[in-house]
């Protein structure tokens, strides 16, 4: 039996994305842009996150560096 398009996507998405019940399992080790990466290595794109995070990203290094000079003063 052939998968719908609805279907498809929603395979995608259980694949692609971190779905709440496993952000409530697992640890994060490294976040990156718009991915988290969990301790197994595995990457998913975060979608879960704050409003900062989803406009701009994780560890971007321009804001690493503003929140350090600030942090200096």
């Known amino acids: 039996m052939e998968l719908t398009k609805l279907d498809q996507i929603r395979a995608a998405e259980s694949r692609l994305l971190l779905q709440p019940t ?9 976040a990156k842009g ?7 290595g ?5 979608l879960l996150s704050g409003i900062g995070v989803n406009a701009l990203g ?4 321009v804001i690493v560096n ?3 000079e600030q942090s200096k003063s």
Not at 22 to 30: V, Y
Not at 58 to 61: E, L, Q, R, T, V
């Open 66 to 68: 503003a929140i350090a």
């Open 42 to 46: 595995t990457k998913y794109l975060d």
């Open 58 to 61: 994780c560890n971007h290094p």
């Open 22 to 30: 496993i952000a409530a399992r697992c640890c994060s080790r490294a």
């Open 34 to 40: 718009v991915y988290i990466t969990d301790e197994n």
